[in-house]
């Protein structure tokens, strides 16, 4: 990327090129650019190196699905690679913590509310599917919660076990998640090539007979299965129901897992993220709020909290673009 | 669009689909998508009836440059259609006012008390690049400047034709610019396929003796010209400086066509557009706002005033997601 801005610098006047080296301190930023994706590439090789069996077992499985067969990174590869970078940055640094305040801290409360003692909280099974990095799991494992995390996605998989079994000590990464974006910057050292320290907690440091795991797969496949019917007091949901290809699918499974009498908690938008997929046999189906409420009662939930909440999404908050969202944060209960 | 939805409802479970249709209006809400996507059709064809001889020579030019040959409509072209009503409801309806506010406001009130005088302002050229649908043009002409704009793309310049030269009276269309979204919506009938009338005024109806004019084609291109030298007393850049391949020959053409002692008022972003283009050999140099504010001043202008606005642009204001740029606005005057 670097390597193009510099061409690119080659390509217009010479004095357009000094003012902007002169004024706009445009190499020095380049520079700065290139250390701090080294430094971002020394955390990739830190997670293909922790687990190898782990690595070698997805890398087979991509094979089987015809995921592995480009001999280059190809542009989708590159944009994986950048948004688990700021995820790492929302789940596990001080960076993060103002969208974790508004993302996950409203639902850990919720969580705590409902389940006020804490001796019972050890045989209080809670699921966290679409868990990615781990936070919300973790923290609810923290809390004294039997927390189970479900992933899908490969990326998410391979950094979450690092984070979490893999780190020694806190601030152990210094990642710049920012670096690839050099519009609507305010000052490229600053804000664009500012370094971020992963992880802000020391990730295994939860209480001895905490009860933490994660679950590959996918969602729908995974607690399809009879085993989890009835399976959690408590379900939270955070930016996940839009992962759904049909919606009525997943509040059919989500029913179906929560205990009668359990709570499930949400905080997300309705960025339905198959809505625009190329692939046209990719199915979507998207509801709206009004739509989707009534749904969820109609499966037989009933919509005991209903909030609105603002925030963005592992976001540079110094960017001078923000993308926010109104997010719909609810505690349903399963009826009777 | 609403064709592949209905599909999607026969590939779920017949009870799914059920669900959908008695809780969640799915099939009637793509009834009124349909019937919206027929209104911003009709205004289509009003547009492009309007001026036979100016879409012939636009489509002439695009046949020269290579960009008319596809048989059917490309996904690029359906978004520029889409993006373009998005546009006209910014521009020219009541939904825009408040986006109007944040953006035009700011630089017509400083215009207006760099130029008190009323009496003056027919002799006082204003120049808008990269003007759009025009509303900022029309704006500066009601209050009795010399007002010209300039457009490259052919879609804002057959349709600010139409809405400038074509339309009779106000709210004379309904449009549907926010029909083409089904996710972060809150309710579908009262967001998404709500109307909007345009135009809030008649285009039209500026006073006798109004100076407004519309100049076609690429900034660069037209006002390196030399009969621009010094030829604008003030020149506004609202949502523009960063289109530019190359920002330091925008500022250096800039400075040319202000006049000594003249002000350049701006509002906007740096979301360069060229920064992600797909095609390599697109030109793009991207500077930081601590960086291009040190070259506006080296290039000979000193800026005066210096604030930040927070806007969106052609948003549906009621989306559960919200793109909000922290706008730079300045004016700053050419040294002499």
């Given at each position: 990327?670097?390597?193009?801005?510099?061409?690119?610098?080659?390509?217009?006047p010479?004095?357009?090129?000094?003012?902007?080296?002169d004024?706009?301190?445009?190499?020095?930023?380049?520079?700065?650019?290139?250390?701090?994706?080294?430094?971002?590439?020394?955390?990739?090789?830190?997670?293909?190196?922790?687990d190898p069996?782990?690595?070698?077992?997805y890398?087979?499985?991509?094979?089987?699905?015809?995921?592995?067969?480009?001999?280059?990174?190809?542009?989708?590869?590159?944009?994986?690679?950048?948004?688990?970078?700021?995820?790492v940055?929302?789940?596990?640094?001080?960076?993060g913590?103002?969208?974790?305040?508004?993302?996950?801290?409203?639902?850990?409360?919720?969580?705590?509310?409902?389940?006020?003692?804490?001796?019972?909280?050890?045989?209080?099974?809670?699921?966290?599917?679409?868990?990615?990095?781990?936070?919300?799991?973790?923290?609810?494992?923290?809390?004294?919660?039997?927390?189970?995390?479900?992933?899908?996605?490969?990326?998410?998989?391979?950094?979450s076990?690092?984070?979490?079994?893999?780190?020694?000590?806190?601030?152990?990464?210094?990642?710049?998640?920012?670096?690839?974006?050099?519009?609507?910057?305010?000052?490229?050292?600053?804000?664009?090539?500012?370094?971020?320290?992963?992880?802000?907690?020391?990730?295994s440091?939860?209480?001895?007979?905490?009860?933490?795991?994660?679950?590959?797969?996918?969602?729908?496949?995974?607690?399809?299965?009879?085993?989890?019917?009835?399976?959690?007091?408590?379900?939270?949901?955070?930016?996940?129901?839009?992962?759904?290809?049909n919606?009525v699918?997943?509040?059919?499974?989500?029913?179906?897992?929560?205990?009668?009498?359990?709570?499930?908690?949400?905080?997300?938008?309705?960025?339905?993220?198959?809505?625009?997929?190329a692939?046209?046999?990719?199915?979507?189906?998207?509801?709206?709020?009004?739509?989707?409420?009534?749904?969820?009662?109609?499966?037989?939930?009933e919509?005991?909290?209903?909030?609105?909440?603002?925030?963005?999404?592992?976001?540079?908050?110094?960017?001078?673009?923000?993308?926010?969202?109104?997010?719909?944060?609810?505690v349903?209960?399963?009826?009777?």
């Amino acid at each position: 990327m670097p390597a193009r801005k510099r061409a690119a610098l080659e390509r217009i006047p010479a004095h357009h090129a000094a003012l902007l080296n002169d004024h706009a301190a445009f190499t020095q930023s380049l520079d700065a650019v290139d250390a701090g994706i080294t430094a971002n590439d020394q955390f990739f090789r830190a997670v293909l190196k922790a687990d190898p069996a782990m690595l070698a077992g997805y890398l087979a499985r991509m094979r089987r699905m015809g995921l592995a067969t480009a001999p280059e990174p190809q542009p989708a590869d590159v944009d994986k690679a950048v948004s688990t970078l700021k995820q790492v940055a929302r789940d596990w640094s001080a960076e993060g913590a103002s969208e974790r305040a508004k993302c996950y801290q409203p639902m850990i409360d919720a969580l705590e509310r409902e389940f006020a003692n804490v001796e019972e909280r050890s045989s209080r099974r809670v699921l966290i599917p679409g868990a990615g990095l781990g936070r919300l799991v973790w923290e609810a494992a923290r809390l004294g919660f039997a927390s189970e995390g479900n992933e899908f996605s490969f990326h998410m998989l391979l950094v979450s076990n690092y984070l979490l079994n893999g780190i020694t000590r806190p601030e152990q990464h210094t990642l710049y998640p920012y670096v690839h974006t050099f519009s609507n910057s305010l000052n490229f050292t600053t804000d664009q090539v500012r370094p971020v320290a992963v992880p802000d907690v020391l990730p295994s440091s939860l209480p001895d007979g905490s009860d933490m795991s994660m679950a590959a797969g996918d969602f729908v496949e995974v607690y399809s299965s009879p085993t989890y019917t009835d399976a959690f007091d408590s379900v939270l949901t955070c930016f996940f129901l839009d992962t759904a290809h049909n919606i009525v699918e997943y509040l059919e499974i989500l029913h179906r897992i929560v205990r009668s009498g359990g709570v499930w908690i949400n905080n997300g938008p309705l960025l339905f993220h198959w809505e625009d997929a190329a692939d046209p046999r990719e199915l979507s189906i998207e509801v709206d709020w009004t739509g989707l409420r009534k749904l969820i009662e109609v499966v037989g939930f009933e919509i005991e909290r209903e909030e609105w909440i603002e925030t963005t999404y592992a976001a540079n908050r110094q960017s001078m673009l923000q993308y926010v969202y109104r997010c719909v944060f609810f505690v349903a209960r399963r009826k009777p």
